[in-house]
């Protein structure tokens, strides 16, 4: 079956980490570009972190965590992560990840040939 699997979500206090997970099964991730989405209730669906295929060499951040998220792929695994560090509560939302062969940190769904379901993440005290 081929699909996205995001997990590692939950509730967190202000200040604390998570690391969310996206791991692929039926397709070999290495050679897709991956971006972590994210949509807050009632608002748009925001781009927060992209990192490109097979190495990694490139990765872009969005302003708003900037300094505090890290995006990472372990082609072994099949898997890309992000660290969230310094969470604040306006990082609450659902986070998605999605994967695209040809293209690389674009912002159009149908652009995306796979996308997880979704993982909530929760940044209260």
């Known amino acids: 079956q081929v699909q996205l699997v995001e997990s590692g979500g939950g509730l967190v206090q202000p200040g604390g980490s998570l690391r969310l997970s996206c791991a692929a099964s039926?397709?070999?991730?290495?050679?897709?570009?991956i971006t972590w989405f994210r949509q807050a209730p009632g608002k748009e669906r925001d781009r927060v972190s992209c990192?490109?295929?097979?190495?990694?060499?490139?990765?872009y951040y969005a302003d708003s965590v900037k300094g505090r998220f890290t995006i990472s792929r372990d082609n072994a695994k099949n898997t890309m992560y992000l660290q969230m560090d310094s969470l604040k509560p306006e990082d609450t939302a659902v986070y998605f990840c999605?994967?695209?062969?040809?293209?690389?940190?674009?912002?159009?769904?149908?652009?995306?040939?796979?996308w997880g379901q979704g993982t909530q993440v929760t940044v209260s005290s």
């Open positions: 990192i490109s295929n097979n190495s990694g060499t490139y990765t």
């Open positions: 999605a994967a695209s062969k040809y293209l690389y940190c674009v912002d159009t769904a149908r652009d995306y040939a796979y």
């Open positions: 039926g397709f070999t991730l290495e050679y897709y570009h």
